[in-house]
């Protein structure tokens, strides 16, 4: 029941008007991320206050709150919402299972177990892919979110540090691997053409793969991007490896060049 009661909670969030009744470290306001408390940095907060009470005199982010509580990347997330303001209303709890934000039963079932037809769809993107299978089978593991990350092996309770490996500022969940992480942005940001740039970044692990595995978006208008979308994850995650278990391994400076040697 608890792990049902968390899954729904995923799916609430909150639309800011004034900011005066969204909780800033516990509800799921900054988009694509879930709480914030997770991502701080110091380790003790007050968890009570509100998004308004993280605006500074002139009614702009406080800049020094937030570089004090978070990494870089957080913050960057957060500036780039606009600020609470009175005239915007008070703040709207909504539901991300339909378009009209209203909550449904049917559409809590389907978030719960699924949609078949888009679940079909999504395996036929992936396994119709005339590439080598370790890859496949890779991606698929990845939007499970069930490929050995440090995050997933801490949960195993073995004295594992959950922080990412190589930049050592976040949990090193999957998508932090594959595209948060500094070493992984920078390949996309070569690979993704500008005008899809804003959208590549914005969604949760599983809808950011099948996304770019589809018929739409990058891959309707971009030649071979889901052969270049599924290797360059292949490769970001070899890196990964790479850089841990191998003492002379340098990420390529130019990798999306490529260089055999290096693979």
């Known amino acids: 029941m ?56 002139e009614g702009d982010w406080n800049l020094s709150f937030l570089s004090e509580n978070f990494p870089t990347n957080i913050v960057n997330h957060v500036v780039a919402l606009p600020t609470p303001i ?14 009209t934000h209203q909550f449904t039963v049917q559409s809590a079932y389907r978030l719960q177990h699924g949609d078949i037809n888009a679940l079909e769809g999504e395996l036929n993107s992936l396994w119709d892919w005339k590439g080598p299978h370790p890859i496949q089978t890779f991606i698929w593991l990845a ?3 069930r490929i050995l990350t440090n995050f997933r092996r801490s949960k195993w309770g073995v004295g594992i540090s959950p922080l990412c490996s190589r930049c050592g500022r976040e949990d090193e969940t999957t998508i932090h691997v594959l595209w948060d992480c500094a070493y992984a942005t ?12 804003t959208d590549f970044f914005t969604f949760h692990c599983r809808d950011w793969i099948f996304n ?32 841990i278990f191998e003492n002379d391994f340098h990420q390529p400076n130019k990798p999306c060049h490529g260089d055999p040697k290096l693979y």
Not at 21 to 43: C, G, K, Y
Not at 86 to 99: F, I
Not at 186 to 194: A, F, G, Y
Request: aromatic share 14%; with cysteine.
């Open 2 to 57: 608890v792990g049902i009661w968390n899954d729904f909670q995923r799916h609430v969030f909150w639309k800011i008007g004034d900011g005066k009744n969204t909780n800033f470290w516990l509800d799921n306001w900054v988009p694509n991320r879930s709480e914030l408390l997770p991502s701080a940095s110091q380790n003790f907060i007050d968890t009570t206050i509100s998004v308004r009470d993280v605006l500074n005199a």
């Open 143 to 145: 939007a499970q979110e």
């Open 86 to 99: 009175d005239a915007d209303g008070p703040d709207v709890m909504g539901w991300e299972g339909t378009n």
């Open 212 to 243: 770019n595995l589809g018929k739409r978006g990058i891959c309707a208008t971009t030649k071979n991007w889901k052969t270049i979308f599924m290797t360059s994850c292949w490769f970001l995650w070899t890196w990964r490896n790479k850089s």
């Open 186 to 197: 920078q390949v996309w940001l070569r690979l993704v053409p500008s005008r899809f740039i």
